[in-house]
T-cell receptor, first 112, second 113 residues
Framework: GESVGLHLPTLSVQEGDNSIINCAYS??????FIWYKQESGKGPQFIID?????DKRQGQRVTVLLNKTVKHLSLQIAATQPGDSAVYFCAENNQAGTALIFGKGTTLSVSS | DTAVSQTPKYLVTQMGNDKSIKCEQNLGHDTMYWYKQDSKKFLKIMFS???????INETVPNRFSPKSPDKAHLNLHINSLELGDSAVYFC????????????FGPGTRLTVT
């Protein structure tokens, strides 16, 4: 079946460090991937997305890497700040392209 | 300007009651969704509507019934509430299906006692 998972449920870093959050996906036919950030008490917020015709995409302080060979997605956050503390979800589109399938989430804790 | 709004934000009710959650988006999107987030933060899609037409209806008890009066609104009605329905429910919208960014509402925390 379709599933998206994350390697680690929690990640703790120091302020100023770079953070890497990993995600494995199972559907080799998925062509759209997306990362969301969810702060406590709020809805998921878009961070960055990538389509399968790319292997890297950069935003402001964030980079998403896509390795289709091993079906792996990662989110890199540069110079992590306390405000980055949240739960991070990766998601892929389903086989029909009608919905997103979410992974289990990684809780990022940033200490100053 | 709130892109996707939900009401109420909190809902506490007793088992057996019927309740509704409302969702509105002002983004002009054609597709709207309902997700359920459990206590372990797992987000699972429940329903998807495209231009008022039901597209996705995941394995959800038929006590849950979505209704889309127009493409800017997608409401969720729940009959005969059970303890296991306690969760946070999120509405979302996107310009297309699963290959586009979805915008989420703030969530409705439902507690069934």
């Amino acid at each position: 079946g379709e599933s998206v998972g994350l390697h680690l449920p929690t990640l703790s870093v120091q302020e100023g460090d770079n953070s890497i959050i990993n995600c494995a996906y199972s559907n080799s036919a998925s062509d759209y991937f997306i990362w969301y950030k969810q702060e406590s008490g709020k809805g998921p917020q878009f961070i960055i997305d990538i389509r399968s015709n790319m292997d890297k995409r950069q935003g402001q302080r964030v980079t998403v890497l896509l390795n289709k060979t091993v079906k792996h997605l990662s989110l890199q956050i540069a110079a992590t700040q306390p405000g980055d503390s949240a739960v991070y979800f990766c998601a892929e589109n389903n086989q029909a392209g009608t919905a997103l399938i979410f992974g289990k989430g990684t809780t990022l804790s940033v200490s100053s | 300007d709130t892109a996707v709004s939900q009401t109420p934000k909190y809902l506490v009710t007793q088992m057996g009651n019927d309740k509704s959650i409302k969702c509105e988006q002002n983004l002009g999107h054609d597709t709207m969704y309902w997700y359920k987030q459990d206590s372990k933060k797992f987000l699972k899609i429940m329903f998807s509507y495209n231009n008022k037409e039901l597209i996705i209806n995941e394995t959800v008890p038929n006590r849950f019934s979505p209704k889309s009066p127009d493409k800017a609104h997608l409401n969720l009605h729940i009959n005969s509430l059970e303890l296991g329905d306690s969760a946070v429910y999120f509405c979302a919208s996107s310009q297309g299906g699963g290959s586009y960014e979805q915008y989420f509402g703030p969530g409705t925390r439902l507690t069934v006692t």
